[in-house]
């Protein structure tokens, strides 16, 4: 029997086609053990569903005591009879089957709605757009509802965790730009599933950041390597990947190829991808096919030098939307005997707690400063601006940008790495390289996703333990920028041939 296409379906599409094809098709003894982090996701957001859905002050209608078949058939009575909001739905026609948390009655008709734990929108605020994995979902229901005759138009709405109701409407054009459409983007993900679930269409596995928290990592990443596949070369994605495969469907075939034979003027043969990114490529294929490779330079870094050094990292839990620590090594002179990690934490998952611990690191940096400031990535300098949105009694908008001005403040992934190294590693993170480098967690699973799962445990528990292992994480973090920061200073210097 072929399966239907689900509305979760299509969510794990978005991310990654082959998910669905190894859902659908792989062997379950290759599945990984359940990441813990994504079964917390799973239990706050059905957690976030029913403290909604208790606090409705209206009518509804709620089916979520019924199973399958059964539940199907109340879907449809209760849309026959006219119920004003349905809870808890499962409708189905063509072989899609969708299970929208709600169905609300427009007119004499129908529109879909999902209760979510994450905000409904994603991007900056005065540009933020739908999360096209909330549409797909979206995208589906709505399309049942139409098969069916039943549908009060093509938009639907998401209930999100701050409490706002966010429309998506599947006909508006991106922008001017952009004449593309939610319906669009929907059409595409339905038709690859179609595609997948038929066997039509043969996915392939691809490297990327959403790997770490699949169940199918284990079993995709031993398929990656065997096949020598282009994705495991940092920045070379599925899209670049599949328009380069016809030619070079190895990293050993791009690292013996002539790059230039691909390049045509200022374009290359392969769509998307210009020479300076082919060559960059080449360059990376290469490092990974040889031998006790070494990371380098592309051209010279200049860090700035101060007698005292912070190497900063920070903790966010997105799920109550809060930043529960502030850690630093602190460094004088170079001198690894003057290290010393110094932290703020909030001990409870409330604006008060998050307001002392911004308020304390912003007073210890503010003390630090003349230093230098090394972080990993945008995220403190995004996170730092949004905590002074929320409490602008702590420090100014201007104060903030000071602090991360590029002269003294150095995010060494966007600054320096991305733009002036290459590593014989798969992926840039401060993981990768700082493992690369000799470095080692005390931890024996560290991620970020593990952090946020342990604060959930301390909040729960108040056990000291799970708060150490916070903090044990956090410094082995900062401490990992550190070894990477002096690395990057004796890195040597290897022009690219062409320069």
């Not at 409904?120 to 797909?136: F, L, M, Q, R, T």
């Not at 599933?193 to 039509?200: F, H, P």
């Not at 900063?312 to 799920?319: A, G, K, L, N």
Request: with cysteine; hydrophobic share 35%.
């Amino acid at each position: 029997m072929t399966a239907f296409v689900t509305a979760a379906m299509l969510y794990d599409l978005v991310a990654c086609p082959h998910r669905v094809t190894m859902d659908l098709f792989a062997d379950p003894a290759q599945r990984d053990e359940p990441n813990p982090f994504v079964e917390l996701l799973w239990e706050k957001g059905s957690l976030y569903e029913r403290e909604v859905v208790a606090g409705l002050q209206v009518p509804f209608l709620d089916l979520s005591p019924y199973a399958g078949d059964e539940k199907e058939r109340q879907t449809l009575e209760a849309m026959q009879r006219g119920e004003p909001l349905i809870y808890g739905a499962r409708i189905q026609v063509d072989g899609l089957l969708g299970d929208p948390d709600l169905l609300r009655k427009e007119g004499a008709a129908y529109i879909a709605g999902d209760i979510k734990s994450g905000s409904g929108e994603e991007g900056p605020a005065d540009s933020s757009k739908p999360k096209i994995h909330y549409a797909v979902q979206l995208g589906l229901y709505t399309d049942i509802l139409e098969r069916k005759g039943l549908s009060a138009g093509r938009h639907a709405f998401v209930w999100d965790i701050h409490g706002s109701e966010v429309p998506y409407d599947f006909e508006v054009t991106y922008g001017k730009r952009d004449p593309r459409t939610l319906w669009e983007d929907y059409l595409d993900a339905l038709h690859m599933a179609e595609a997948i679930v038929s066997g039509s269409e043969e996915s392939h596995p691809a490297y990327g950041a959403v790997c770490k928290l699949c169940h199918w990592y284990s079993a995709c990443v031993r398929r990656l390597n065997s096949s020598d596949d282009l994705t495991l070369i940092p920045e070379l994605g599925r899209s670049k990947r599949d328009v380069m495969y016809n030619d070079l469907h190895t990293i050993t075939a791009l690292a013996k190829a002539n790059p230039r034979s691909f390049i045509e003027g200022k374009k290359t043969t392969f769509k998307g991808i210009g020479p300076d990114t082919l060559l960059k490529f080449h360059d990376r294929a290469k490092l990974l096919k040889t031998k006790d490779a070494k990371p380098f330079l592309r051209a010279p870094v200049n860090l700035p030098i101060y007698e005292r050094e912070l190497f900063f990292d920070i903790e966010v839990d997105p799920m109550r939307d809060i930043c529960y620590l502030h850690g630093f090594v602190e460094r004088r002179g170079g001198d690894s005997a003057t290290e010393r990690f110094v932290f703020t934490f909030a001990k409870d998952p409330t604006p008060e707690s998050e307001m002392r611990a911004f308020s304390e690191a912003w007073t210890y940096m503010k003390e630090q400063r003349p230093c230098a400031i090394y972080y990993y990535s945008k995220y403190e300098r995004t996170i730092y601006r949004k905590l002074q949105e929320k409490y602008p009694d702590v420090c100014s908008k201007e104060e903030v940008e000071d602090l991360f001005d590029p002269s003294h403040a150095i995010d060494l992934y966007n600054d320096v790495v991305k733009k002036a190294t290459e590593w014989p590693t798969w992926d840039f993170s401060i993981k990768t390289l700082a493992k690369f480098l000799g470095f080692s967690w005390r931890d024996t699973h560290p991620s970020g996703a593990a952090s946020i799962e342990w604060f959930h445990n301390w909040v729960e528990t108040r056990d000291p333990a799970v708060r150490q292992r916070i903090l044990d994480y956090n410094e082995d973090d900062c401490r990992a920028t550190l070894v990477l920061r002096d690395a990057l200073e004796a890195l040597p210097v290897v022009p690219r041939e062409s320069e």
